[in-house]
């Protein structure tokens, strides 16, 4: 084989491995940015819950729709074949098809007539008029759809508050990340530090086998909080609507204060609040159409029919037409048991919608505390990380002077990073609250 016959061979399976190296490289770099806003409207465009909440809706307005028969006709054609020797059938048969002659009076044929085919075509309308009782029912289920459209926007609602506590609690992952790739670096200098005089014969085994031992526990808390990274873009993908996988970059923490009004009352025009009221007004009209049962009800009708002893024949036809008033006096006290069911439903809305309001307010006065508590427990946090800072590094000029132990600056790294970690996690808490109390004093203007 040629030298210049190798050097291609070579340069095909160079190529060839940098393909493979470039796709694996590909496959796993799967991250890409993410803002709360694009989050939030993907949720909304492909949540299941979403999908479901407006299947409901469009459930609610088919069933509306179904109401429109009480002003509408309803129409039916009919084609009947019959064939009777019964006297009385057989005469009238030849009657509707204007058929009758002088034989067919004869006592012997009347009594005993032979089979007598009809042919009927008919086409019969009926048109309601007057139906109290349907036209409230039909205002019920308007309420219904109403009902189902705010259920569908306080969904919208909750689903916000979801994806911004799973983008917050991503960043949260970030930052733990973070801190702990921090102490990392911190403790891995220590490490090299202590084990370099323990070379030396400076240093006890003991100060280098605790620098491992923490530098060990590092390095797995750090994995973990990559993990929770994976875990948290997962969750914020299940929310969205995506296939999992992607590992989202977002924005870091942000602290925001800002003067909070402690007297802000639950808004009654909030989505839900709204939903039980239509609920209520829709089981008022429910009782109300069954009052209006007791009242008579007034529809016109009418037929338009063809009659023949020929199948397909059309050889007379006739017309009825008419107007019926009926009243149903009493039906063994059905409709009045119906009313009284109807109310007790309704007073039983009315006392869950009172109790939903109670304890929204008094969610609401809680969740402006925890605010509060959280605004300090900031503060507080930010001094802290301060102080340890500062007293890691004179810890950190003290032993490179000899004058600590490792176990003092260990304990250091340690403080600070949970300081560092505490931080964020006020952070986090206070965002969060923030967001609760803008759901629990939304309200809309439908």
């Excluded at 999908?51 to 429109?68: F, H, M, P, V």
């Excluded at 909080?225 to 969750?235: G, H, I, L, Q, T």
């Excluded at 299940?238 to 800002?258: A, D, H, K, W």
């Excluded at 939903?356 to 609401?364: A, G, K, P, T, V």
């Amino acid at each position: 084989m040629s030298r210049r016959t190798i050097w291609l061979s070579f340069s095909i399976l160079a190529f060839i491995l940098l393909n493979i190296v470039a796709t694996s490289v590909s496959a796993q770099d799967t991250s890409r940015y993410l803002s709360m806003e694009d989050a939030i409207s993907a949720t909304i465009h492909n949540n299941a819950a979403i999908k479901l909440a407006n299947l409901d809706e469009g459930i609610a307005l088919s069933n509306y729709k179904q109401t429109e028969a009480i002003y509408l006709p309803q129409v039916n054609f009919s084609y009947t074949a019959m064939t009777t020797n019964n006297p009385l059938n057989a005469f009238g048969f030849k009657l509707k098809q204007h058929s009758i002659t002088q034989n067919d009076f004869n006592p012997d044929l009347l009594n005993h007539p032979s089979g007598t085919p009809d042919y009927t075509t008919q086409l019969e309308v009926r048109q309601p008029i007057i139906n109290m009782d349907m036209w409230y029912k039909r205002k019920a289920a308007e309420k219904q759809t109403e009902l189902y459209q705010y259920k569908t926007q306080r969904t919208k609602e909750y689903l916000t508050l979801e994806v911004q506590k799973a983008y917050m609690q991503l960043q949260l992952a970030y930052d733990a990340v973070k801190v702990l790739e921090e102490a990392l670096q911190t403790t891995q200098s220590v490490y090299t530090f202590t084990n370099n005089h323990f070379q030396q014969g400076l240093i006890q085994k003991s100060d280098v086998l605790n620098a491992q031992v923490r530098l060990a526990s590092v390095e797995g808390n750090l994995s973990k909080a990559k993990s929770n990274v994976r875990n948290a873009s997962d969750y914020l993908s299940l929310l969205m609507g995506q296939q999992t996988g992607p590992v989202y970059r977002v924005n870091s923490l942000e602290i925001t204060f800002s003067v909070q009004d402690t007297t802000v009352e639950i808004a009654k025009t909030r989505a839900d609040l709204v939903a039980m009221q239509k609920a209520i007004d829709a089981t008022d009209l429910m009782v109300q159409s069954g009052k209006m049962s007791y009242l008579p009800k007034l529809n016109a009708f009418g037929s338009y029919q063809f009659n023949d002893s020929h199948a397909f024949g059309f050889g007379s036809n006739a017309y009825l037409g008419g107007i019926q008033l009926t009243w149903n006096i009493f039906n063994g006290n059905s409709i009045k048991n119906t009313i009284s069911t109807q109310k007790l439903e309704r007073n039983k809305l009315q006392e869950q919608l009172n109790n939903q309001r109670d304890q929204s307010q008094l969610e609401l006065n809680k969740t402006y505390r925890d605010l509060a508590d959280a605004q300090h427990d900031i503060q507080q946090q930010k001094i802290a990380v301060a102080q340890a800072t500062e007293a890691l590094s004179i810890l950190q000029n003290r032993y490179q002077q000899g004058f600590v132990n490792t176990t003092d600056v260990l304990m250091a790294t340690t403080q600070l990073s949970e300081q560092k970690f505490n931080l964020s996690q006020a952070v986090f808490t206070s965002n969060v609250t923030r967001a609760y109390i803008q759901l629990l004093t939304s309200s809309t203007q439908k």
